[in-house]
Antibody, heavy 121, light 110 residues
Framework: EVQLVESGGGVVKPGGSLRLSCAVS????????INWVRQAPGKGLEWVSS????????FYADSVKGRFTISRDNAKQSVYLQMHSLRGDDTALYYC??????????????WGQGTMVTVSS | QSVLTQPPSASGTPGQRVTISCSGS????????VDWYQQLPGTAPKYLIY???QRPSGVPDRFSGSKSGTSASLAISGLQSEDEGDYYC???????????FGGGTKLTVL
């Protein structure tokens, strides 16, 4: 089955760290860029970071640059988001999403169900 | 404040046609293709339109997308109650070097 499954969310104190994982199955993982997209409670979608299939291209939203690090292990078919210096506005449901393999677009054609991160003292 | 501007809400009665706009700039919509996502209550987003006007397999042809200059639109014809949810536009921004989303439009079927 083609799917993305996130894990690693939880409650963390401000200033703390957390590592999210996105386990992939059902498609040739190495061929696709993977992204993290978050959604604060009751709010809209915010793209967080992306990593290309070979990890050559990595991008971050300004809001997380310097605090979050994206990585992938193609042998384990997993993508990770290491989060440091967490703040209250990082509280959100974090989705991983696959970038479609179509030239000229960065659409996300496959999404996981999300893992919740709550930053609270 | 989102880089892409969408109306916060839209509504229509069953069978009607509604459109949702998405306004950007030369560094995003003006130079890139636009994608649309549907998020039904309590579910993960689902891609609805990609590359301005392409429908993925399984998406009904009631949904259509268009782009002109620095703006894009999503049209839904033959509105159905199950279309109620949030709709987001998105594209790559060359200045920010990242994907940007609109703030989302909550569609209500009256």
């Amino acid at each position: 089955e083609v799917q993305l499954v996130e894990s690693g969310g939880g409650v963390v104190k401000p200033g703390g760290s957390l590592r999210l994982s996105c386990a992939v199955s059902g498609f040739n993982f190495n061929d696709f860029s993977i992204n993290w997209v978050r959604q604060a409670p009751g709010k809209g979608l915010e793209w967080v970071s992306s990593i290309s299939g070979s990890s050559t291209y990595i991008f971050y939203a300004d809001s997380v640059k310097g605090r979050f690090t994206i990585s992938r292990d193609n042998a384990k078919q997993s993508v990770y988001l290491q989060m440091h210096s967490l703040r209250g506005d990082d509280t959100a449901l974090y989705y991983c999403a696959r970038t479609i393999s179509v030239p000229g677009t960065d659409a996300f054609d496959l999404w996981g169900q999300g893992t919740m991160v709550t930053v609270s003292s | 404040q989102s880089v892409l501007t969408q109306p916060p809400s839209a509504s229509g009665t069953p069978g009607q046609r509604v459109t949702i706009s998405c306004s950007g700039s030369s560094s995003n919509i003006g130079s890139r293709t636009v994608d649309w996502y549907q998020q039904l209550p309590g579910t993960a987003p689902k891609y609805l339109i990609y590359s301005n006007n392409q429908r993925p397999s399984g998406v009904p042809d009631r949904f259509s997308g268009s782009k002109s200059g620095t703006s894009a639109s999503l049209a839904i014809s033959g509105l159905q109650s199950e279309d109620e949810g949030d709709y987001y536009c998105a594209t790559w921004d060359d200045s920010l070097k990242g994907v940007v989303f609109g703030g989302g439009t909550k569609l209500t079927v009256l």
